[in-house]
């Protein structure tokens, strides 16, 4: 059992060094960095969006915004998309799980924001749809998958696609990137 665990440490911790080396993927994470920075000052929000444990991480990262990383400052307006659960149930019932945030998008999305979506696969058909509607708005997307990007890589201004087809080392680097987004965000925000 140890080995096993020294196993799953040792893959998480393969997947952040290939992270650590890229530097593509480094340079497209400042610039994500700048770009919220400039729609926060510009008064525009981030909208998150995922399923499964990808709308966790998305809630956690808004909520980081929302609330506080490291510094006591004011609140940034940040929303995860799925968390007025009678909004995505009756959505969800009464026209499709696959519209659930392409209509809140297309409802409350407006030009300058931004709007970040996490799927591992890059092919989760609520997400690709909310990226079209964005598009359609004039909204930054930066899209959160995993190797290959999917259908998000074509319609994503920024990829993070982390190095790797296994979820859950997949979902380790999107909470470290992001993490690692909102941080210098509020340094430079609030310097």
Do not use: W
């Not at 929000?45 to 709308?55: E, Q």
């Not at 999917?150 to 994503?156: C, E, R, T």
């Not at 696609?161 to 993490?179: A, C, F, K, Y």
């Amino acid at each position: 059992m140890l080995n096993k665990i020294k196993d799953i440490i040792a893959a998480s911790i393969k997947v952040k060094q290939e992270l650590l080396q890229n530097d593509a993927l480094l340079e497209t994470v400042n610039t994500c960095v700048t770009e919220i920075v400039a729609a926060f000052k510009n008064g525009n929000k981030v909208l998150f969006c995922g399923n499964g444990g990808s709308a966790a991480d998305a809630q956690h990262l808004a909520a980081e915004f929302s609330g506080r990383f490291y510094l006591d400052r004011d609140a940034l307006p940040a929303e995860a998309l799925h968390c007025n659960t009678s909004y995505m149930t009756a959505v969800a019932n009464d026209y499709s799980y696959d519209v659930i945030y392409s209509r809140l998008v297309k409802g409350i999305g407006i030009k300058g924001d931004v709007l970040i979506g996490l799927s591992t696969s890059g092919n989760s058909k609520n997400i690709v749809a909310a990226f079209e509607v964005a598009k359609e708005k004039g909204m930054i997307t930066i899209g959160f998958t995993g190797e290959s990007g999917g259908k998000l890589k074509a319609i994503s201004d920024y990829l993070l696609n982390v190095p790797s087809s296994d979820t859950p080392r997949i979902q380790e680097s999107h909470i470290m990137l992001g993490h690692i987004i909102c941080e210098l965000v509020e340094a430079q925000y609030f310097a």
